[in-house]
């Protein structure tokens, strides 16, 4: 789960019965509309906005599947792909063993595939990626070599062909391929997010891409990011074309090659409540949403650039297993988590526990894959990936900073994870578990904003929101193999995090994740197939 920024008590008082002025439609934003939107997303949030006020059982449309997409027809997903990632040792992927094309549903299945049902939950079910409150805004949608255009319906385990004509030529995969769309869908985060609409979508597209990446290596298939305008419009044409609600860039990826599952006749859908189509069209008028889909403009113009094949896991040194994980690809996506706490307690538990530097090494080696695109490695390189650790090998606490895929110590620092807790959104309370204190470590992801978006332009913005999230579902997957919880995070302080780290005076935190062990634990029901 990703956890969302919350206001100061001072904040709160200060916007009580205030509202947004509502964003005017119209085309892309310039930079310096950016620029303003960043800040106010950034260090003036708590100053200019609005507070963020979202109640766990605020209606959404999360598990909705867009009208054309509920059909008969379409592909059934395979029943053994937890079977298969059970061979695949970690951290090793050695790919396709017979050298034939790999079946696509494992690959969907072992990036965005359901994972297991905790009974005191109160978000819905565990999937492989993280997402705030569990509500996965981003979708993915197939494009097949025939030009059929499918749904990635987890809950039917299939591939549902939408209900219009072929699809357009620019999205037509390499022959023996398919190009996957992942499209991020503001609706489904409930209203009081409001402006963090545009930034938590923005993350979990980078977090969804990235895990693509890593299911194309496990089963040896090519991925390749296609950095393509004219393709990017025609997808977000037909992606809008299949349902109702607002929908952000998309984020086209050809995988070849892959093996289609048999086209048949799928089991019903069943009808949704009847509230739910209606309350993505009005949610599609919002202030919010339609300042996010101006915000995001930019980025429809992918920048055309040659498409390269990219890898979403790092080759580790610690491929004899001497590590001491010992465990399974599919263990890890099934221990991959972003921290519990109790039924009735909000935030999440830590027990202190020591690491083996061999654990942090694996970590810094995930957090450092190279983006899968010459614009994400650019802005790759204007993040500054720092970390707080503790109780990690021979290791000293305090910070350090990733250079490459190794950390260089900064400064010891022995009470730096109580800092980092005293500025986090979710204190201690009665009724609230915060455990940064007693945490491993802290990943922070900081940039000058201005630097990336004189860069990259006015979709610079949306590209940093990708790669933290790339990098961020690379530290989750490394600490799922080790036992450690990791959770995606903005809800902290800029300015006070800024003074804990020693940060550069033009740099501002954008992203963290907190990793450690979970003092929560109780059975699941086993979603897997």
């Known amino acids: 789960m990703l956890t969302q920024t919350r206001p100061s008590q001072t904040a709160r008082r200060r916007h009580a019965g205030q509202g947004a002025p509502a964003q005017a439609p119209g085309d892309a934003a310039t930079a310096a509309e950016i620029r303003r939107f960043a800040f106010r997303q950034g260090p003036g949030r708590t100053v200019l906005n609005p507070p963020v006020e979202v109640e766990n059982d605020a209606p959404t449309t999360a598990a909705l599947a867009p009208h054309g997409a509920r059909g008969s027809l379409g592909h059934m997903l395979p029943a053994d792909t937890r079977a298969v990632l059970e061979a695949l040792p970690y951290p090793a992927w050695p790919g396709r063993q017979s050298g034939g094309p790999a079946h696509l549903g494992h690959v969907l299945l072992a990036a965005f595939g359901l994972q297991r049902r905790e009974p005191s939950n109160m978000f819905n079910d565990h999937r492989v990626v993280a997402s705030v409150r569990s509500k996965f805004p981003v979708h993915a949608f197939v494009v097949t070599g025939q030009g059929t255009a499918c749904y990635l319906d987890p809950y039917r385990q299939a591939l549902v062909e939408l209900g219009r004509p072929a699809a357009p030529a620019e999205l037509l995969p390499p022959a023996g391929g398919v190009t996957v769309l992942l499209a991020p869908r503001y609706t489904d985060l409930p209203t009081g997010y409001a402006r963090l609409r545009a930034a938590l979508t923005e993350l979990e597209t980078g977090v969804n891409l990235r895990a693509l990446f890593s299911a194309a290596d496990l089963f040896g298939v090519t991925a390749q990011l296609r950095a393509d305008g004219a393709a990017t419009h025609a997808a977000a044409r037909l992606i809008q074309a299949a ?3 607002a929908w952000g860039a998309p984020v086209l990826v050809t995988l070849n090659p892959v093996t289609l599952p048999p086209h048949t006749q799928l089991p019903g859908a069943g009808d949704p ?25 930019p980025a429809l113009a992918a920048g055309d650039e040659p498409a390269q094949p990219a890898h979403g896991l790092p080759v580790l040194a610690s491929l004899d297993g001497r590590d001491g994980s010992g465990v399974s690809w599919a263990q890890v996506l099934w221990q991959r988590t972003a921290g519990r706490a109790p039924k009735g307690v909000s935030g999440f538990t830590v027990l202190p526990c020591q690491v083996t530097e061999r654990c942090v090494a694996d970590l810094a080696a995930f957090a450092a894959v190279p983006g899968p695109s010459g614009q994400l490695r650019r802005v790759a390189e204007r993040v500054r990936i720092s970390v707080a650790l503790q109780h990690a090998g021979a290791l000293p606490p305090g910070v350090s900073t990733l250079a490459g895929a190794q950390l260089r110590p900064v400064r010891s620092d022995p009470a730096v994870m109580t800092s980092i ?21 802290v990943w922070v992801l900081s940039a000058d904003v201005n630097a990336v978006i004189a860069d990259l332009g006015p979709g610079g913005w949306a590209l940093l929101q990708r790669w933290c999230g790339w990098a961020a579902h690379g530290i989750c997957t490394a600490s799922a193999a080790h036992g450690l919880f990791a959770r995606p995070a903005r809800s902290f302080d800029e300015y006070a995090l800024h003074a804990v780290l020693g940060l550069p005076d033009s740099e501002v935190p954008v992203f963290i994740v907190v990793c450690g062990r979970t003092q929560f634990a109780e059975p699941a029901w086993d979603l897997r197939t």
């Open 243 to 245: 349902g109702a609600g």
């Open 421 to 441: 807790q005293r500025q986090f959104g979710y204190p201690l309370t009665p009724g609230g578990a915060c455990g940064i204190r007693h945490a491993t470590a």
């Open 273 to 297: 409540p009847p509230d739910q189509d209606a309350r993505l069209a009005e949610q599609a008028a919002h202030w919010s949403v339609r300042e996010a889909a101006r915000i995001a403009g």
